[in-house]
């Protein structure tokens, strides 16, 4: 699942290459995907509106349409943007004023679009947490205070704090040296700040690498992100530690794969 940085990486190919189009039409191919409004409105709606911005909050990326109208696309486990498109293989094509297609793409259909006056009011967006780049590290601290959540379950709660997912919960965990089935409530404050501080550093990392291709994840362009190779610990079951040389072992916490070294990530309580 694209997480911020995939997520991010989109946007900012967005701003470079649709900004000041306009959707000169809406094709529909799946209305399956459309969350709101039904599937023919939707497309009435956004056929003739400008592209004024790019947006994104948490994993969603948002287009800002003129007038007044907001693009929310949630790309789910298995979405792409992809520009300039093909217009047939998507599930939603955008042609726009320049002759080429905005594609969505969605293999599994978890994600969707959303068109409304403001993105606020999209419950999703309602109910988002605080991003990592907004907080500091006394705000983290007191986020984690009384959760008695495993800490790996409670970083992938967009409600907690938004934009960290699977991949990411696993680096920055790996990365602090915390074992993630501990409980949030037992890390000191040493290990909260340092947590914080690698949450912060694997994003912005991956944002420089243009994301993680570990699934169905392409850049807008249909490249794949660079960030794979530089992961220290997801996807890497029964591997070598990069530190110690321990094997890597993976379980199950909150449905999805989890991976710890169990010498690095000693788990205290």
Known sequence: MPELPEAETIKRDLEKTVIGKKIAEVIVHN?????????????????GASITGVLRKGKAIILKLSPDQDLVIQLGMTGQLIYPGNGKTSRVSFRLSDGKFLDYNDQRMFGGLSLLSHHEELEYI?????????LKSEDFKKLLAGKKTKIKVLLMDQQFISGVGNIYANEALFRAGIHPER????????????LFAEIKDSLNEAIRYKGSSVD??????????????HLKIYGRDKQPCLNC??????ITLGGRGTYFCPKCQLRKN
């Open 31 to 47: 209305p399956k995907v459309i969350r709101a409004p039904a599937a023919k409105v939707f497309a009435k709606e956004a056929a």
């Open 126 to 134: 309602k109910n988002l947490g605080p991003e990592p780049f907004d």
């Open 216 to 229: 169905n994840y392409v850049r807008l362009s249909g490249e794949k992100g660079g960030y794979v190779p």
């Open 245 to 250: 040389k321990t094997a890597i072992k993976k």
């Open 183 to 194: 409980p949030a409530n037992s890390l000191s404050d040493r290990e909260k700040e340092k």
